[in-house]
């Protein structure tokens, strides 16, 4: 009987280790920043495929790349600009929603997961010091990439064809820059916002 409740425990433990974790979010230590650090970048996220890329750095306070701008606005609310409009992003206990976005952000052994919708679009992604694995609809493009060096994680990089055109595939990189190297272990919601931001 002592064997048997002992397996019963160890089995229970097992399965909690597997279970994810809603992510914590990481507001910045004051809703201010100090004098001179509000555009101090601690972290960024550039990825690159097929001859294009993008890059998002990010910091306590700001969140700023190509085609977005966001500040830290209070009480998890982050606004600014995304694509050329304003936006407003609402960051809670393993939460993130705004403009076409409803994301699920989870923590799951040594790996961050964002699953939902980003801008509109389906997404599944997961990052962590094993790769950085994903599918994106529409298009159903996937993401296989294992680590290639200190912070950079390269693969392939596929999408099915639609009607009239063949199907797309390119080597990619991404490279998490400065914090980021350190995911799952990182400021949040402004990591998520950066990978996915800079995802094609």
């Known amino acids: 009987m002592k064997r048997h409740r002992a397996g019963l425990v160890l089995l229970a433990a ?5 279970t994810p974790t809603a992510a ?16 101090g970048s601690t972290g960024g996220v550039a990825f690159s495929a097929g001859g294009l890329g993008s890059s998002v750095g990010y910091g306590p306070w700001r969140v700023k790349g190509e085609g977005i701008d966001l500040a830290y606005a209070g009480d998890g609310v982050w606004t600014g600009t995304w694509n050329g409009a304003a936006a407003r992003f609402v960051a809670s206990q393993g939460r993130l929603q705004g ?7 989870e923590q799951r052994d040594g790996a961050l997961s ?18 950085l694995r994903g599918r994106l609809d529409p298009g159903g493009c996937t993401l296989e990439l294992a680590p290639s060096g200190i912070g950079v994680l390269s693969g392939p990089a596929g999408c099915p064809g639609n009607a009239g055109k063949g199907v797309t595939s390119a080597t990619a990189t991404a490279e998490l820059l400065g914090e980021a190297v350190l995911v799952p272990s990182v400021l949040l919601p402004q990591f998520a916002i950066a990978l996915l931001g800079t995802l094609p």
């Open 24 to 39: 914590l979010m990481t507001p910045p230590p004051t809703v201010k920043p100090p004098a001179g650090q509000g555009e």
């Open 99 to 105: 403009p076409g976005t409803e994301l699920l952000i």
């Open 114 to 131: 964002m699953r939902g919708s980003w801008a509109g679009r389906s997404v599944n992604v997961t990052v962590g010091k094993a790769g």
């Open 14 to 18: 097992t399965l909690a280790a597997c």
